[in-house]
């Protein structure tokens, strides 16, 4: 699967690939024993990457012709395809009445999510009951330079190594997909980093900021970067680790120069959004948080109170046996610390893992990047404990930390020992002067760029404004010098239409070639197969349905025609990478679950990349 490093096992994920998948050339494995072991894992993704048969004549395809109405029928050529029209006419149809049914379903859906546009120029949305300050997705490698820019013969090229790259993060969340790009570049890497990290959530931005800071400031202290992590995430810390917190958001609130001097110019940022920030740090600063007093914030109550109310992301089906028991420490206290910490020596709540309190959203919308009437302002909300249900060990991926890690029994203090360690990488590359971070609260709509971007990322923007309205507005902004530049969009409600569009999960499940996973007894199924589920299914057809439903309703074509596989594939020039036939080479399309005995892989998740086409690329050549 493509969430596999290049060059290595698909199924041991240890390096070597000299043992390629007979049929599809794309899955490969060090050994015929894991290509054998991988069989049914690999073999709904090997029927879509390897050839296909000519849906008249049953011939192996070297070249695929697929019918331009539905996209699912190939032939060797016309005449097979009008031999064959008679028989596929049927299948075909109810394809595209599938595709239309499930577009006017989508249509009422997607207009709960959409960014409402007021007469004044401004977007309306909603942000959510409370910030998303872990994140619901792992954190990604923005440039992921080996398997891109540097594959070889490039990579030892001076051109290569000196080349400064430039990100932009729309949506971006907290900033672990930045410590983790600036962790994972290679030690020969020799240019420059230029981020651009977008979130309207000013209590998501105000946590971002602060840590930045916090890695200036204390980029000499000794284990700094324990001190970080445990702020991060853990819901009780240290006296020592609260005074540092403490100091630096004395700082911040009493500033007399901008953020950029204060960091050092690392971080830049609008100074009324950052008068923004300042309320939320200020709240924070004031806030009793002596686990002793009885007027303290009392975090361990409100988080119990909380985790009552949820549906937990994670199922202890999904856990090795060794990590259940610390797994259930951390789901009592929310500690995530280092090991030989006692928590007796934990006196203090996180004032950070608290933000605004949800409100009625229907009569209270906010304007992206600014706040229409003064209770909407950070100051004046009520401050709870505000964690979603995400957990830490969702956003970092464990078959990285357990590879990194001597611990192998605590969950805690595994996640505090990578996460230590993905701190100081960054940290000791910030200490280089060669990274520069532009913050902004601003809406993505309205965002200005002097710049071209090697990488965009989206997060699930998509599903509020549209996959081919993200394409139109920040394809033009890819720098069109580089043709890796790639812009990254995710999606979570991809399943939704795909239900829809079978009606019956039981036949979805078929197509999907799960029931083809053959377990010795109940006992098995339970235990390996329904927790990884996902993992026996390559979807990429009902993807592609699902792009079709997408466009149907965008708006860019008129009537109710379904669109081509070559419509939703290829717009504003770009080109989607096909999900049939290739693999995505910055972020994988989604998540095996089974490899990882910890993180809770959203099933949900599936990830497009867009890059310029070769006409585009031909533009920019002309041009020079």
């Known amino acids: 699967m493509s969430d596999v490093r290049r060059g290595h096992c698909w199924y041991c994920r240890k390096p070597g690939d000299k043992v390629p998948c007979s049929r599809c050339k794309i899955g490969v494995y060090c050994s015929q024993n894991c290509l ?6 690999h073999s709904s993704e090997c029927q879509s990457f390897g050839p296909q048969k000519c ?26 395809q009008k031999k064959d029209w008679k028989m596929h ?16 379903m989508w249509s009422k859906i997607a207009e709960e999510f959409k960014y409402k546009e007021t007469s004044k120029g401004q977007y309306i949305h909603y942000l959510p009951d409370f910030p998303f300050y872990f994140g619901n997705t792992m954190a990604a490698d923005f440039l992921n330079l080996r398997q891109n820019e540097w594959q070889a013969p490039h990579r030892a090229d001076d051109a290569c190594l000196d080349r400064d790259y430039s990100v932009l993060s729309v949506g971006c969340g907290d900033i672990r997909s930045l410590v983790n790009t600036i962790a994972q570049l290679p030690n020969e890497f020799r240019g420059k980093l230029h981020v651009t990290m977008c979130d309207y959530d000013p209590f998501v931005m ?16 000794p284990d700094f970067s324990k001190t970080l992590a445990s702020i991060w995430y853990s819901v009780l810390l240290s006296e020592h680790d609260y005074n540092l917190l403490h100091e630096a958001l004395t700082d911040l609130c009493s500033r007399k120069s901008s953020l950029l001097d204060i ?39 409100q988080r119990k109170e909380r985790r009552s109310h949820l549906t937990c992301s994670h199922s202890e089906a999904f856990f090795s046996r060794k990590h259940i028991n610390s797994y259930r420490e951390w789901d009592l206290d929310g500690v995530i610390a280092s090991t030989g910490v006692l928590k007796k020596d934990l006196t203090r709540y996180n004032p950070t893992l608290t933000g605004r309190k949800g409100w009625d959203q229907a009569k209270d919308p906010l304007v992206l990047g600014e706040y229409i009437s003064d209770k909407h302002q950070p100051k004046d909300m009520e401050y709870v404990y505000g964690i979603h249900a995400s957990t830490p060990f969702d956003v970092w991926d464990f078959i990285e930390v357990e590879k990194y ?11 505090h020992t990578y996460v230590s360690h993905m701190i100081d990488l960054a940290m000791a590359f910030i200490d280089k002067k060669r990274i520069a971070i532009q913050m902004t609260t601003t809406a993505c709509q309205k965002l200005t760029h002097n710049r071209k971007f090697d990488r965009i990322f989206t997060s699930n923007l998509a599903e509020y404004m549209g996959v081919y309205t993200l394409v139109g507005m920040f394809g033009p902004l890819l720098d069109s010098s580089n043709r890796h530049s790639t812009l990254v969009m995710d999606t979570l409600s991809g399943l939704e239409v795909w239900e829809f569009m079978v009606c019956k999960m039981e036949y979805f499940l078929e197509e999907m070639n799960w029931t083809q996973m053959a377990c010795s007894d109940e006992e098995e199924w339970k235990r390996d197969f329904v927790p990884h589920a996902w993992d026996y299914s390559y979807d990429s057809k009902w993807f592609l349905r699902y792009l079709k439903v997408l466009f149907l309703t965008s708006g860019f074509m008129e009537g109710s025609k379904v669109p081509s596989s070559k419509t939703v594939l290829q717009f504003g020039g770009l080109r989607m990478r096909d999900i049939r036939r290739e693999l995505n080479t910055v972020v994988p399309y989604f998540y095996l679950k089974g490899p990882r005995k910890v993180a809770s892989v959203n099933g949900r998740l599936r990830v497009m990349e867009w890059v310029l086409t070769e006409n585009r690329l031909k533009e920019n050549t002309s041009d020079a």
């Open 36 to 41: 054998g072991r991988d069989k049914r894992r």
């Open 55 to 80: 849906n008249f004549c049953q011939k192996q395809l070297e070249n695929r012709l697929e019918c331009s109405s539905c996209g699912e029928a190939y032939y060797c050529d016309r005449t097979c």
């Open 89 to 104: 006419k049927a299948d075909c149809k109810e394809v595209q009445e599938i595709i239309k049914d499930a577009g006017q």
């Open 206 to 221: 105000a946590r971002n900021v602060l840590f930045l800071y916090m890695m200036v400031k204390y980029a000499t202290k």
């Open 263 to 301: 960091t050092k110019g690392l971080v830049e940022m609008n100074e009324e959004e950052v008068e923004v920030l300042s309320q939320v740090w200020s709240v924070w600063l004031g806030m009793e948080c002596r686990c002793s007093r009885p007027d303290s914030i009392d975090l361990t109550n």
């Open 405 to 415: 890690c001597d611990e192998k029994d605590s969950l805690p203090v595994m996640l």
